[in-house]
């Protein structure tokens, strides 16, 4: 199994990525993110994309707003994702690799009580040309990792699945009146046995952590560390995300960036949970329908929030002696609005 699933990954790498080559060997130095693109209306924030010159677009979610259970639906809304000429311009730039959240997973708020997410899983697999080699295509769930580049400048890319498994949300019932703090819907789920990734995909992660990599960027398409708002999110299931950051002090992962999306809004948080360096979580949303409400409270947010369309952007100077990494939010003209740096050597787990 292990031979197979590597074959696969160097066949996937070297020759099925749409946009040209990206081969094992090659320093990853330019990655471009983002989530939440309204397949029906324009989407001029592509250019802004491709002008950073990405080697890759991670596309975390909601990628369009399919929100249906039918098919025929899902592949109609994805043909307009793809006929959209900003986006035909990315692909045609760099590969693209790609994971869902729950408007392109086909409900809106859903997880494992959505019926047609098999159906679901193929369609998404089918427009991001998936080779049928590929394990995503037979394992239930969408998350996936590759690693890219030489030995010492290895970059881990994972891909979380935080739908196909999540034990449905719960709502609270606390009455509330404007002005009383957050009105978002859900209660924490303090259940033991309610999950967000599942034991499989659970056993699957602490394995990809244990994998020799110098940067891990783990993308999950909810939010990890925001706090303070009551719509979805890790948050949303505070044991979860317990277990989450346990795991990467019991693995001793070192160089972990998570980036999410979801919100309609763009922020950064981290916070310290005593493995050596903060855990950072860059959030970038929405591609081109923002929502500039949000101003929710966040005790760990990194300087202020972001409300127009953005994607994120992370670069990797390799050619300091100790690599630069910037973790950022670019506007819709690709200004920088929103960054973190740090280096390589200050990413170290203990």
């Known amino acids: 199994m292990a031979t197979s699933r590597w074959a696969y990954l160097l066949l996937w790498l070297a020759f099925a990525l749409p946009g040209g080559v990206l081969a094992e060997e090659t320093p ?108 995503r295509r037979t394992r239930k769930g969408l998350y996936d990792a590759r690693i890219v580049g ?100 019991q693995t001793k992962a070192s160089g972990v960036i998570f980036i999410s999306g979801d919100r309609h809004s763009a922020e950064i948080s981290a916070i310290d949970i005593g493995l050596g360096y903060p855990v950072l979580d860059v959030t970038s949303s929405s591609l081109n329908r923002p929502a500039k409400w949000h101003t929710e409270f966040n005790p760990y947010r990194q300087g202020t929030k972001y409300l127009d369309e953005n994607f994120g952007t992370i670069l990797i100077d390799w050619s300091q002696e100790d690599p630069v990494i910037r973790s950022q939010v670019r506007d819709i003209d690709g200004k920088v609005v929103l960054q973190h740096r740090t280096t390589l050597g200050q990413m170290q787990a203990k």
């Not at 209306?41 to 950073?52: G, K």
């Not at 986006?87 to 693209?96: D, R, S, T």
């Not at 002005?179 to 303090?190: I, K, S």
């Not at 925001?226 to 990467?248: I, K, S, V």
């Open 28 to 135: 990853l130095s330019r990655i471009a993110f983002g989530s939440c693109a309204k397949q029906d209306l324009p989407q001029p924030i592509w250019d802004a994309v491709v002008d950073t010159d990405p080697q890759i677009f991670l596309f975390i979610g909601d990628n369009i707003y399919g929100d249906s259970a039918d098919m025929d639906v899902l592949r109609a809304k994805w043909a307009q994702l793809g006929a959209q000429p900003g986006y035909q311009k990315l692909k045609a730039h760099c590969p693209i690799y790609a994971v869902w959240d729950d408007h392109d997973f086909g409900l809106n708020d859903g997880g494992v009580e959505f019926a047609a997410k098999d159906a679901s899983q193929q369609v998404f697999l089918d427009f991001f040309e998936e080779p049928a080699s590929s394990p």
């Open 150 to 249: 030489p030995e010492g400048q290895r970059v881990q890319l994972i891909l979380l699945d935080t739908r196909y498994f999540r034990t449905r949300l719960i709502r609270h019932n606390e009455p509330r009146e404007p002005g009383e703090g957050d009105r978002g819907p859900y209660a924490p789920n303090l259940d033991p046995q309610a999950t967000v990734l599942g034991e499989e995909q659970w056993a699957w992660l602490a394995e990809q952590l244990r994998q020799p990599a110098d940067l891990r960027i783990i993308a999950t398409s909810i939010q990890l560390l925001a706090d303070g708002h009551r719509w979805e999110g890790w948050g949303t299931f505070p044991l979860e995300r317990q277990r989450m950051l346990g795991l990467l002090k």
